[in-house]
C-alpha cells in the first residue's frame, strides 16, 4: 500500500511516499478501513517538519476518514462499508484522561493515517456522522473534537453565553460553528480583514484585526459591555494570553488547547486570580467525548469549514500551505 513516512529526524522537503506491506486482515477486535481521507493540525506539521521526535520511518497524521472493509471476530458495532473516523487517543475509551503523553497517538508514538489502509481494534474509530464525506469526517478527530470538548463537555456552554475565538484555524472554526448552533453569541480575531469579512459572514457578531487593535482583549470586552465573554478558546499559548484573560469574564473560563504564538511571555498571573478566572489545558478529548460530538453533528447538521484539499503525495506541500497561514478552516488530504 502507499504510504507517507517521516524519515528522522524529520522536515517537510524529506516526507517519501513509500510501498509499504498491506497489514492485512482484521483480527479479532479489529476493523481492517480502506483510508480516503487526513486532515492537517498543528500537531502533526510539528511531527512532520521534525520540530518534535518520533520514530525514524513513522506514518504520521492523527486524523482518518475510511471505509470499514472487513470485521474481526467480536465486533458488532460496524459493517462493512461504514464509514468511520478515528480517535486521537485510541484507548482513551471514557473518563478522566489517561494519559500526559503522546506515546499512544496515531501519526506520534504510533503509526497514523497518511497511507491507504489500516487495521486497528474497533474502538479507536467510530461511526462518521449521517452524510459526511471522508474528507469530512476527518475533521472531526483533533480539531472538532477539541472544540466540542472545550466549550460542551467541560465549558458547559449555555444558550446566550458568550465566547472569542482567536485566529481562523481548525478549532476555532469549529468552536465559533458550535457556539453559533448553541445559541451562543460569538467574538473573533484575526490579522486579516478578508478573513473577519469571512468570520462574519458565518456567525461571528464582533470582530477585531489584532494588528490593528494590540489590546483586542479590551476591544472584546468592550463588545460585552465591560462584562467580559463566558469562554475564551485560546489557541496562541503565551504569547496571546494576557490578551485573552483581558477579554474574559469575571470566574470566565479560559480553554488553553494551543501555543501557535509561542510558548514564552509574560502570565499576569495576579489578574488570573483577581478574575477568578479558571484556565484549564485540554488536550482533544475521549472516544466517548468523540461519540457525543458526532450525535450533536447529526442534530444540528454543522458541516466542516474545509479549505483546500491536497492529493496523498501532496503532503508536504499541504503542510506549506499551513506555514503561510492563508488558509480559513480545515486542510485535508483526500485520495
Known sequence: MKAIIVP????????????????????????RVALHATSLNFHDYLI???????ADGRVPMAD??????????????YAVGDLVVSCFFPDWQDGAPKSGDFRRVPGDGI???????AVAPASAFALAPAGYSAIEAATITTAGLTAWRALISHGGLKAGDSVLVLGTGGVSIWALQLARAMGARVAATSSSDEKLEKLRAIGAEFTVNYRARPDWGVAVREWTEGRGVDHVIEVGGAGTLAQSIEAAKIAGHIHLIGVLAGRAGDVPTAKIMAKQIRLEGLTVGSRR??????RAIEATKIRPM????????????AFRYEEAGRHFGKICVGW
Open 8 to 31: 528522522a529526524p524529520g522536515g517537510l522537503d524529506r516526507l517519501k511516499l513509500v510501498d509499504r506491506p498491506d497489514p492485512g486482515a482484521p483480527g479479532p477486535g479489529q476493523i
Open 48 to 54: 512532520c517538519a521534525g520540530k518534535l521526535p518520533t
Open 64 to 77: 482518518a476518514g475510511g471505509v470499514v472493509e472487513a470485521i474481526g471476530e467480536e465486533v458488532s458495532a
Open 111 to 117: 503509526d497514523g493515517f497518511a497511507c491507504e489502509t
Open 289 to 294: 467525548q468523540q461519540l457525543d460530538f458526532i
Open 306 to 317: 474545509i479549505d483546500r484539499t491536497f492529493p496523498l503525495g501532496g503532503l508536504a506541500d
